[in-house]
DNA sequence: GAGCGGCTACTCGGATAGCCTATGTCCGAGTCAAGACGG
DNA sequence: CCGTCTTGACTCGGACATAGGCTATCCGAGTAGCCGCTC
């Protein structure tokens, strides 16, 4: 079980897009910003803009800027848009199959083993949804020289 | 993202030892109580073996028995016996490459994007160990009929 | 000089290969138990 | 009748194919801006 890397780029990449300010930024500049594989981080922003959590602008000048402030991005939004919504422990109900399942009658409830893999799952959605991405801009901004850096880097 | 399915295995597996007694089942049996393939549950086994989650008894009459009760074995030893120990959110540190790496001065702290991927992932690790598999049992047994099933099926 | 049309270059967007891990399978080493044999 | 040895079958254990998904790449559709032309 190991997250796309596709989230950590694309983290990095929301954060940059935001000290940059308002205007658009292609992929490939911000792919060179952290010397990334131009096309991937392209369809990684795609995803992001599925989500809705940036904007696509097409044609010369264009690329993609924030569809919202970085407070009202939470680090599930993110990891939602790159990986899918689909549960990560998924329950094929094997509790039907086989001897047991045979033997036993049609199951009422939902499976046991599910419902306490899901309680996990749901404390690691909170955690991520309680963590904006202006909560992360803020660590940063304690080394004041970042945004000058990224600004001067994204040009 | 998807977990490994092993787990599930793991865990149905590892309940129906605790419910056909102590003496040792063979793998064979344990995969036909639910349609599962012998030989990949049988590795799934020797993976839960090395965590010292159940002890393997070779010879015939051998199998897999429990290594302590089912009190003493959490959601998250189950994981961690199956998917490893490495951590979900793996950091490549792209923060040093390309040109912000470039412009940047060597990074003194820890990675913020990483920290915050980092506490969500502690808060799923802490949810995995605060339930163990003797609550599940106790969510099953509300059925009382689960328990002779499962003896008769692995007679 | 001002307005308009065409063109170019640059961007996103999706369709297309490659690789790596999870999945699934197979056969060999080790071990216990039963049965045959000898005392 | 009892003890011992041989044999057999059954189990775990690890080494070997396979497949699906993440990773990476390429090329086409669309658009904004620029340049030249015309009035």
């Given at each position: 079980m190991r997250m796309a890397k596709g989230v950590e780029w694309a983290l990095h990449t929301l954060l940059n897009l935001d000290m940059t300010g308002g205007g658009p930024v292609g992929s490939g500049q911000l792919a060179e910003a952290h010397g990334l594989s131009p096309s991937y981080l392209n369809k990684q922003l795609q995803q992001l803009a599925r989500a809705r959590l940036v904007v696509s602008v097409p044609g010369p000048r264009g690329g993609f800027r924030l569809a919202r402030p970085l407070e009202a991005i939470t680090l599930l939004d993110v990891v939602e848009a790159i990986e899918g919504t689909a549960e990560v422990f998924h329950c094929t109900?094997?509790?039907?199959?086989?001897k047991i399942g045979e033997l036993s009658p049609p199951p009422t409830g939902a499976c046991a083993v599910n419902a306490a893999m899901r309680r996990a799952e749901q404390a690691y959605h909170q955690a991520l949804a309680a963590q904006s991405l202006a909560d992360i801009r803020a660590e940063l901004d304690r080394s004041p020289a970042v945004r000058r850096i990224v600004r001067s880097a994204l040009n």
């Open positions: 109900e094997i509790r039907c199959s086989g």
